[in-house]
């Protein structure tokens, strides 16, 4: 693995770190690679750290003393993972806040600045620290604190605007005071949340930090039910993907399988894959919801609801039918920032089309270089689009015309029903292959062993799809033609009748 001349050095500082030969003990019993030991156990302490500070220092009301417990603790479990190379966090937090004390007022020399050192710094590690995995390092909380520090810029400068000019996002976000250095760290470290997201403005952290949100109840035992819910997808993670290994696709032996088994083994195994990033965002959900930061309000029935800061939307995921549904209920919060400061902060462009390209290529660029990054949001953008063109043609054509028999029929159910259902087992698989195997050596090598059906299906239906369109335009413009020229001989006739009427009555 390539590393880089900043000080990039993991190996050198584990070697130094106690817990060093224990925690490959663990990991090498538990089968796992000692980084994801680590990322699971730093996930897991959210709780007992949620459970302390309930405990024994929710009801002080020095609220530096709440600020230094959260700083330090996520603080220190950031150096329990990457060691030395936490200074790369720490430089970028003291950062934001020294261009925010003195840029602040020069609101887009501010946001520029902001904007350009973060992702830069992320692109250049993304760039030293390179291999053809997903790998697990100082890279991986680094691009949400990227998220997190770009945000924070965009509402403090939100926060010298007049609310008359800003938006209902903005309001809840909006910043009027620039917070100190401690309460910066603490809200950038907050554990449970510096490590896999979720993404939550700073607001929200400071209303935990004021007590708005401890008069309600029911965050512990909606926290465990989260707990066990990631639990149980982190166990079907694990027995799935040792029965389909991300390996065995690359292998011929893949490749030799039956068409029809190759396309839906693919597709549960990017189910499986989904799972590993799933289980993580609820067992974080769980910890933050325990320790009550994530207060949204109530539901219809008046009870406290507990998901604001939620990652994923199990009953989407689980039921949709189709790619829309996956981006819609997975990686919410992240979707949602990128909704609220690049989306709609490209509206002076006055085209949707354009901010949304826009917005998948920051995804694309934030995740990282892989070919494979760019190919998968490629292909959200040509799948989802694909998805709204058949529904359209459905609704208009099919239904109309055939709709008074299909509905009446428990056959076409059932077969409407399998159909969608395969296609989102199948489809997944295509387009997850390129997010996980990240270099064009390796995803074109499985896509090639499916025999390319994604592409085949999407351009054969884009051909389809446009020359129906064309043909239909033509005999509309030939029907549309037709009835003006039937109209204008009507038209013609009715004004001789009424010539000759007069001459008529004159002859009577």
């Known amino acids: 693995m390539i590393r880089n001349k900043f000080a990039f050095s993991m190996p050198e500082y584990m070697e130094v770190l106690p817990h060093r030969s224990l925690m490959d003990g663990i990991a090498e019993t538990a089968g796992v690679p000692v980084e994801a030991l680590r990322l699971l156990l730093t996930i897991l302490a959210g709780y007992p750290i949620a459970a302390i500070y309930l405990k024994f220092l929710a009801s002080i009301n020095d609220k530096v ?38 840029l602040r007022n020069a609101t887009t020399i501010f946001l520029t600045i902001n904007f350009l050192f973060h992702m830069t710094y992320l692109l250049l590690g993304y760039y030293y620290t390179a291999s053809n995995e ?28 007049s609310e ?15 917070p100190s250095p401690l309460e910066l760290l603490a809200f950038a470290y907050f554990p449970s949340g510096f490590l896999v997201g979720p993404q939550f403005p700073y607001r929200r952290y400071q209303n935990f930090i004021d007590g708005k949100y401890r008069e309600y109840e029911g965050s512990y035992d909606a926290g465990i039910r989260r707990f066990g819910a990631g639990a149980f997808y982190l166990i079907v993670c694990q027995v799935g993907l040792s029965y389909l290994p991300d390996s ?38 769980g910890a933050l919801i325990c320790i009550g930061l994530t207060y949204r309000g109530v539901d219809s029935e008046g009870n406290p609801d507990w998901s604001g800061c939620s990652n994923v939307k199990l009953k989407l995921l689980e039921t949709g039918n189709t790619m829309e549904h996956y981006v819609q209920s997975f990686n919410v919060n992240t979707n949602q920032w990128v909704g609220q400061y690049i989306y709609k902060r490209l509206k002076f462009l006055n085209n949707r089309t354009i901010s949304y390209g826009a917005a998948l290529g920051f995804l694309a660029v934030w995740h990282g270089y892989h070919s494979g990054y760019y ?70 090598i499985v896509y090639g062993a499916v025999n390319y059906y994604g592409f085949v299906v999407l351009i054969g239906w884009a051909a389809f799809y446009h020359s129906y369109r064309q043909l239909t335009r033509g005999g509309s413009r030939r029907e549309a033609g037709e009835d003006r020229k039937l109209q204008e001989k009507k038209s013609e006739e009715i004004s001789k009748s009424e010539e000759k009427k007069p001459e008529e009555k004159k002859a009577d």
């Open 65 to 102: 003393v709440h600020h230094m417990f959260f700083a330090s603790c996520g603080a220190g479990l950031c150096y329990f993972n990457y060691g030395n190379d936490t200074y790369h966090s720490l430089l970028g937090i003291m950062t934001t806040y020294f261009l925010a004390l003195f």
């Open 134 to 161: 997903y790998d697990i390092l100082w890279t991986m909380p680094h691009c949400i604190l990227v998220l997190r520090m770009i945000g924070f810029g965009f509402d403090l400068t939100d926060g010298l605007k």
């Open 164 to 178: 008359d000019a800003l938006s209902k996002d903005q309001k809840e976000t909006a910043l009027k005071e620039l």
């Open 248 to 285: 065995y696709f690359l292998t011929p032996e893949f490749a030799g399988e039956p068409f029809l088994n190759r396309i839906y083994m693919l597709g549960f195994w990017a189910k499986f894959s989904l799972y590993k990033y799933i289980s993580c965002w609820l067992l974080t959900e």
């Open 375 to 444: 190919m998968t949001f490629l292909m959200e953008y040509m799948v989802v689009s694909t998805e709204k063109q058949i529904t359209r043609f459905y609704t208009k054509v099919v239904l109309p015309k055939w709709g008074h028999i299909l509905e009446n029929s428990d056959i076409y159910k059932l077969l409407y029903f399998v159909v969608l259902k395969s296609y989102n087992i199948v489809y997944m698989g295509w387009c997850l292959v390129a997010f996980v195997f990240l270099k064009y050596e390796r995803w074109i």
